[in-house]
């Protein structure tokens, strides 16, 4: 017993050192905490000096939640300035699909691609003192072909405005609304939405803390073995 104590105690250590990430038990229930902090790094390195989240550490990491059985539930912690868009949608399509219960929470910041991450997961909170920022796909450096970059920025918005609007109770028209906004951003259209304004608009499900969150997730975990769904398909939870 004091050896399995040991090693799931030394690989909740290596899982928080090398991911940032940890397994919690809590009785007869199992959670895994995921945090997607700092800039999603896609296909190009970013400078050491960087904080980043790797989503060739992520994408694999999920797959291990869905299919350990002995994982409950996925909670997400966001603090995100954003990154790499393929990358980030990629990540949240994943999260979308999974059969197991999710539940994330926005602190500090839940920025640009990380607006997908935030709604991709079954229910959303949201700290009052966090922001989001909605804003267009944009690049920077040299833009060869302009029309035809234009029109592939265009058909990625499009794929993104989709996914948000699917996963979250806010409307197109207001998201539109928000994302070609020319009236707050200095340098950018967009808008900044703090954690009040998001429940507000549909964009995020409740106001909440880190207790709220696992609450939240136990209760769909509790709600999902009742109704003998633990391993099934479940819709996002969609909030009155």
Partial sequence: MENKENREKNGNYDELKNLGSVTISNKDKKIFCLTIIGEIEG???LPEQTKTTKYEHIIPLLVSVEEDKSI????IILNTVGGDVEAGL???????GMTKP?????????????????????????????TMTIHPVRM??????VPQMLNHFEKMQERIVNFIIKNSNISSADFNKFLMNTGELVTD???VLDGKKAVECGLIDSLGSLSD??????QII????DSGVKNGKQEKEKSN
């Fill in 43 to 45: 296909h190009m390195v």
């Fill in 222 to 225: 509790d709600n999902n073995n």
């Fill in 72 to 75: 409950d539930g996925l909670l």
């Fill in 213 to 218: 969150a696992i609450s939240k997730l136990y």
């Fill in 189 to 191: 259209v967009g808008t």
């Fill in 90 to 96: 990629a990540i949240s399509e994943l999260i979308s």
């Fill in 140 to 145: 920077n450096g040299l833009v060869i072909g």
């Fill in 102 to 130: 999710t539940v994330s929470l926005v602190i500090g910041g839940g920025h640009s691609i990380g607006v997908p991450l935030a709604v991709c997961a079954k229910y959303s909170f949201i700290a009052p003192s966090a």
